[in-house]
């Protein structure tokens, strides 16, 4: 670029994303092309705009579309948290690497949109904006897809870490076994003799208390694994809380 000298600064949470003149307290200078939008160069910078809040110039907060004058000195803020996302539920999708995060989701009654079969990053970007769900990925090319809906980037690869970033970031309404962890779809409470078909003989004789999927016709009981994720509910209810 040959154009207007800035100087921009970065909320130490978005230093993650940035290089390392960028990483100070201290504004660095950069150089832009006079016609791009400041939202253009925060992300030429590295910094998704899903992740990026309030944009100060001298001073005075701008919008996204405010294209940058010689001069001028540039602070990039942090989302807030938690984040409030308007004009629908909230409701997620989530890319093909986020799957032990969906299933998560889902057992905590959040709707978790969610395929293991990659649909591509055009694909899941017409989804987000056709069923209004945030998009959640750890690829910072797929959330700079001008055609998302909304998203957010998942900052650890540790599942519980991904769970309790999410749950303090947009503080949904949790309903815990109210979902099917393996299609989305609404439980419901499922008498024995109904879904005895899906059982085997040892659960059958072991087990009383059934739900069912709406959706897909999934069977759960609480079985051996049962005690794991009431441990994930558990915490997952204390940390909303907090």
């Known amino acids: ?9 970065f909320a130490p949470e978005l230093h993650l994303f940035v290089a390392s003149e960028h990483t ?21 910078l590295g910094v998704p705009l899903t992740e990026v809040g309030r944009l100060v110039v001298d001073g005075a ?18 989302i807030e948290r938690p984040q409030r996302i308007p004009g629908a539920p909230l409701r997620f999708l989530l890319d093909v690497h986020l799957g032990t ?18 649909p591509g990053d055009a694909a899941l970007a ?22 998302i809906w909304a998203g957010a980037f998942v900052y650890s690869d540790r599942p519980e870490d991904q769970l309790r970033d999410l749950l303090g970031r947009f503080a949904p309404a949790l309903a815990p076994w109210t979902r099917c962890t393996a299609c989305n779809g609404p439980l419901a409470d499922a008498d024995k003799n109904s879904v005895r078909e899906h ?38 209810l204390r940390d909303s809380a907090t």
């Open 1 to 9: 670029m040959n154009g207007p000298e800035i100087q921009v600064s």
């Open 24 to 44: 100070t307290t201290a504004p660095a200078a950069v150089v832009t092309d006079g016609a791009s939008t400041l939202g253009h160069v925060v992300e030429s």
């Open 61 to 78: 907060e701008v919008p996204v579309s405010h294209i940058p004058g010689a001069g001028e000195t540039i602070a990039v803020h942090a």
């Open 101 to 118: 995060l969906a299933r998560r989701l889902r057992l905590l009654g959040v709707d978790a949109a969610y395929t293991n079969e990659d």
């Open 126 to 147: 017409a989804l987000s904006a056709k069923e209004r769900r945030v998009l959640l990925s750890r690829d910072r090319g797929l959330l700079r897809r001008r055609e």
């Open 199 to 236: 059982l085997e003989h040892g659960t059958q004789r072991t087990y009383d208390v059934f739900a069912q999927c709406t959706a897909c016709g999934r069977v759960y009981w609480r079985g051996a694994h049962h005690a794991r994720l009431e441990a994930i509910v558990e915490e997952a």
